[in-house]
Structures are given as structure tokens and as C-alpha cells.
């Protein structure tokens, strides 16, 4: 069994293009302090699925009163199935070399990317950290997991001459009013999907943010006049600001905002073009024209300035003018 146990560690460094012979012989002093013996496999695992059924219900539950979108809700549900489907223990049998065990398998078998990996275990992480808090277990299989690490990489906010390619390309009216709402409020795709006719007050809207929390957004003159010159259009009864163009003009979703502005990204020969990109354009233009970072981040509903911070496509040559200007 050591022998086979040597071969398959050998086998598996040699295929990372690492030269198994220079730690070989580490190996096996390393091996030699353990006693190595196959796990039993003859009989399976059994597992009481309707005692997972049963934590997982009460765990969306209590994300449910928490505030949690029905959205958010069926996403926590899907991942916590694959988890349990594939680790195939309840949750009070589950330790952190099972939840090592399943990433590594996710990574190596699936294919799957460390962001898809970390998104993951942050919903695994929340089951468990409440599995504890609820007392149902003693203690948290999550503590001796550490947490994934991803290279952070520099995102960018459209360009001005960007911006006036998108309006230059786009004639159609719902559309251009589309795009100067998302200029404007800087809301995230599922917040304008969410939004009727009937919230717009003068020059502004409230919209339900992330962990269903109330913000006031602000239309600028552009979106104004777009948005108006839509509505004007608008022959049809249903409450949704934004509706499709066939009939019954059901009211537009996230999946249909992403297309259209994915779409008018390829005829401009625009990369990346997708909706919470103006997020970070609105941002940073208005950074750059010298509002406050504290406005800006309560303008997009962050709970902290840190996070803030990720959106900013700040350049270095405009990191200098401002220490040449303020220090």
C-alpha cells in the first residue's frame, strides 16, 4: 500500500511538470511516520437525505427573514445540493477534510475556476457558520478550511469615447433611455429589472438593493429626457419601467438587459460590454470630476468604502496629478 500510495504522489507532482526524483526521497521519510491503509469501500455511505432536506430547508428560512432575494435563495439551495449529492454525509458528519476533498474534486474533475470555487465554499461557509450558531453542531468544519485566494485583476470602466459610441449606435428609443438610466443611477441590472413606473419621483427613484435594503438613486437631465421620450411611447398597462417590445410586453429581466447591452458591445467593437460595467463607470467619472469617495459609495449602496474601492478605475498617471495637487 505504501508503495502504490508513493507511485500515485510521484505520478501526481511528475504531471505538474515538477521533477518527482529531486523529492522522492522526502517522500518517504515523510511516509514512513504514518500508518497507511485503504479506506473500506465495500459498503457505501449512507446518507439520511431527509435530514439534509430537512437543515437546508431551515437554513433558507432563516436567509429568507434575513432578507435574502428569492434569487439569492435558489442559488444557496442548488449549491448546498451539489455539495451534499456529491460529499454524501449529513451535515453533522461532514469535517473540513471533506469540504478540502470536494474543492479539490471540483478542481482537478470539473474544471472549476478558483472564482467558481470561492463562490462555492461562501455559500458552504454561511451553512455551516449557522449550523453552529442554531447549536446543531459544535463545532465548524469551515475553521480549518482556508479560504481561496484569487489574483485580483484590474477591472476597467468604459472610456468617454466609448460611452458615445454606445449613443451613437443606439436608435432605438427604450434602448437609449436603457443606457442613459444605467449611465445615470449606477444600479445594478437586477435593481432596474425591479423597478415601475410608479417609483420615479421628479428626478429620482428608490430602488431595493442587495439584502433588500432601500436606496435613492438620481436621474441626470439625459436619462430625463430619454426616459421620458420612451414612456411616451408606451401604449401598454403594465406597471414594470422597462417592458418588451412584443406583446404582452412583459416586464424586461436581468438575462434581457445583459443581451441588448452585450449586443450593442459587438457592433461597437466594445470588450467586456455588459450592465454592471456602468456601475463603475458612473463611479469613476464621478470621482474623477472630484465628488467625495463617501458619496460615491453611498450612491452605489456599499456598506463600506473598501469595497468602493474595487470599483474605481483609477490610472497611475491620475494617481500623480492628484499627489502633485494635494501633497
Known amino acids: 500500500m505504501r508503495n502504490k500510495l508513493l507511485k500515485e504522489l510521484e505520478y ?14 522526502k517522500l518517504i521519510i515523510i511516509l514512513n511516520n504514518y500508518e497507511i491503509s485503504d479506506r473500506c469501500t465495500d459498503i457505501s455511505v449512507i446518507t439520511d437525505e431527509n435530514e439534509i432536506e430537512k437543515y437546508i430547508k431551515m437554513f433558507l428560512i432563516s ?10 435563495l435558489k442559488h444557496y439551495k442548488a449549491e448546498l445540493i451539489r455539495f451534499f449529492r456529491e460529499v454524501q454525509k449529513t451535515p453533522k458528519e461532514i469535517t473540513s477534510n471533506d469540504i478540502k476533498l470536494y474543492l479539490a474534486t471540483k478542481e482537478i474533475r470539473d474544471g472549476i475556476s478558483k472564482v467558481t470555487q470561492k463562490n462555492s465554499l461562501r455559500v458552504v461557509s454561511s451553512f455551516f457558520q449557522w449550523m453552529c450558531k442554531e447549536e446543531y453542531i459544535l463545532k465548524n468544519p469551515m475553521n480549518k478550511v482556508d479560504d481561496i485566494k484569487i489574483p485580483k485583476i484590474k477591472k476597467h470602466a468604459f472610456s468617454e469615447l466609448e460611452i458615445e459610441k454606445l449613443r451613437s449606435e443606439i436608435t432605438d428609443i427604450r434602448d437609449k433611455a436603457i443606457l442613459e438610466i444605467l449611465l445615470s443611477t449606477w444600479c445594478r441590472v437586477s435593481e432596474i429589472e425591479g423597478i415601475n413606473k410608479k417609483d420615479i419621483q421628479d428626478d429620482r427613484i428608490e430602488v431595493i438593493g442587495k439584502g433588500q435594503k432601500a436606496r435613492t438613486v438620481y436621474i441626470n437631465a439625459p436619462a430625463m429626457v430619454a426616459l421620458n421620450r420612451y414612456l411616451e411611447t408606451r401604449d401598454d398597462d403594465n406597471e414594470a419601467l422597462f417592458v418588451a417590445k412584443d406583446k404582452p410586453h412583459d416586464r424586461l429581466l436581468k438575462s434581457s438587459f445583459e443581451k441588448l447591452v452585450r449586443d450593442y458591445g459587438k457592433k461597437c467593437g466594445i470588450e467586456k460590454c455588459h450592465p454592471h460595467r456602468f456601475r463603475r463607470t458612473g463611479a469613476t467619472f464621478a470621482l474623477r470630476r472630484g465628488m467625495p469617495i463617501e458619496q460615491v459609495s453611498k450612491l452605489l449602496g456599499h456598506e ?5 474601492q474595487i470599483y474605481l478605475d483609477i490610472s497611475e498617471k491620475e494617481l500623480e496629478l492628484a499627489h502633485k495637487k494635494y501633497v
Open 12 to 25: 501526481a507532482i511528475s504531471s505538474c511538470g515538477i521533477e518527482s526524483d529531486l523529492i522522492k526521497s
Open 304 to 308: 463600506s468604502i473598501e469595497t468602493t
Open 63 to 72: 436567509k429568507r427573514v434575513s432578507g435574502r432575494t428569492e434569487r439569492t
